[in-house]
């Protein structure tokens, strides 16, 4: 499958489920005590960077963006779907939001103090991912934080519905931390720290803390 068609898909497929994706996660965060800790950790690198802009990439509705701007820090939203870019508008008037590609990242060099991806990086192809994580350093400050958020596993399953059981063309694609952090040192990144919530569940959750080398 070429990117063209992957990413048609997952566009798509955003678009056709963004209103009953938004109604599930609007108080997403209100019982997950650890991923508010984790963007609070979050925002406190930010600060301690200098502060400044900070991309949060595949935002979807805006709940995470929402959120960073309420602790304080700068975040505008980036995401694939023109569908979920149009809830996250409306949910969130006061905030910016705009389309585009983790694959094709249309921000300034060194032009962001903080990059923030979660969950969002489930739909990209293995092959893609230095691709992705170049833009990511690019974008970022030197010694800026980067946080990202995924599915802990070792395989990649089609899912074709999803959210309201809206029909859904996308991969997901679930990958051990160790792995992601390997790509980040790869891509000029440190590792800081990661995180392994829910570790009894069927599918766990990971978060790795990263910053661009100085």
């Known amino acids: 499958m070429s990117a063209d068609d992957w990413l048609a898909d997952t566009r798509t497929s955003y678009d056709t489920v963004a209103g009953s994706y938004a109604d599930q996660l609007r108080d997403a965060l209100a019982d997950r005590t650890y991923l508010r800790a984790a963007l609070g950790v979050f925002a406190e690198r930010v600060r301690a960077a200098g502060g400044g802009p900070v991309a949060d990439v595949g935002c979807g509705p805006g709940h995470v963006t929402a959120h960073l701007n309420e602790l304080g820090v700068d975040a505008f939203g980036i995401d694939l779907s023109p569908g979920m870019i149009d809830v996250a508008r409306r949910d969130h008037p006061g905030l910016r939001f705009e389309v585009g590609s983790m ?112």
């Open 103 to 214: 694959t094709e990242l249309h921000l300034g060099d060194a032009s962001v103090a903080g990059l923030l991806a979660w969950w969002s990086l489930i739909h990209i192809p293995d092959d893609e991912v230095p691709t992705v994580f170049a833009h990511f350093h690019r974008v970022l400050r030197p010694g800026g934080p980067l946080q990202l958020g995924f599915h802990v596993g070792d395989i990649s399953r089609l899912k074709t519905e999803g959210y309201g059981g809206h029909p859904m063309t996308v991969y997901v694609h679930r990958r051990q931390p160790d792995k992601v952090a390997s790509w980040l040192r790869d891509a000029g990144f440190e590792i800081e720290a990661q995180w392994l919530c829910d570790p009894d569940d069927p599918i766990p959750q990971a978060l790795i803390f990263a910053r661009r080398s100085p």
